[in-house]
Structures are given as C-alpha cells and as structure tokens.
C-alpha cells in the first residue's frame, strides 16, 4: 500500500475532515479495517497509519524494546500513549480531536501528503514552506542516492 500526492482540505467547526478520495480508494482496496493518528515523532505533522502499518510499527519497536530497559520501555509508552483510533464516516471523513489540532497548528487549512504506507496532515501553509524547501531537498537527495557519497 502507498500513498503517495498532496491534496489540500478544510476542517469544519467539529474537526471533522474529508479524507482525500484518492487516499479512501487505497484503503479500501487494500481492505484496511482501523485507522490509528498520532503526532509525528520528526515534524510538526499528524500521521494517519492504516491498522496494520501501526500494528507493524509497533511491534517492530516492541522487538527492538528490552522489557527490563526503562528508556526503551518509557519510548514505546511515549508512542503508544500519544496515539488514537479514528474512523471514517459514512461521507468519508474523520473527526481530528482538537488536542491534535492544536499541537500542530491546523486551523482550518489542511494538506494531507501521501507518504509510502502512512498519510501525513499538515497545516497547509507548513506544508508549503516544507515542500518549498527545493535546494535543501536536492542537496539531501544528492546525498543519499550519490554511492560515492559514503
């Protein structure tokens, strides 16, 4: 499954907030039964993980987690605390829970951004500086695809 695109959106009063059709048909074809939103862990942004990727991530950080390791143990809560099941309704929306909302800076404006197997919401106007960051972007990617690099 990818998401892949940007797609802009407007929350109403509520914090509900169509997700994009292209991003339903994915989920949909892919049969996806649970959405779980959290912050990110990197950027000013929400995730939305598909219950599978989530049940994958999370258990790749229990297998990476010593049970008797109290950072890791105190990671794994910090990831697992800060996250929330939401679900679409009927005409294709989610509600957003205000706390999210306002630990991102979404008002109104929305970007949803495809990306690989998760979708990221973002202020739109964050998400405009981020995607207008074109020289740093390419510095980046020079790097990581240059095999003489390393």
């Not at 109403?12 to 949909?28: C, E, T």
């Not at 495809?114 to 405009?128: P, S, Y």
């Amino acid at each position: 499954m990818r998401f892949t695109g940007n797609i802009d959106a407007k929350t109403d009063q509520k914090g509900r907030v169509f997700l994009p059709a292209a991003f339903r048909k994915i989920l949909m074809t892919n049969s996806v039964e649970g959405l779980i939103l959290r912050r990110d862990v990197f950027q000013q942004c929400l995730v939305i993980y598909p219950l599978n990727v989530w049940n994958e991530m999370v258990d790749s950080i229990t297998q990476h987690t010593n049970p008797f390791d109290r950072r890791g143990r105190e990671n794994l809560r910090r990831f697992v605390a800060d996250s929330e099941s939401v679900s679409m309704d009927s005409d294709g929306r989610i509600l957003i829970p205000r706390r999210y909302l306002q630990a991102v800076g979404i008002e109104q404006e929305v970007r949803f951004i495809g990306m690989d197997n998760t979708i990221e919401v973002w202020n739109r106007q964050a998400a405009d500086n981020l995607l207008n960051e074109t020289e740093d972007f390419a510095d980046s990617i020079e790097g990581m695809m240059n095999p003489m690099a390393f």
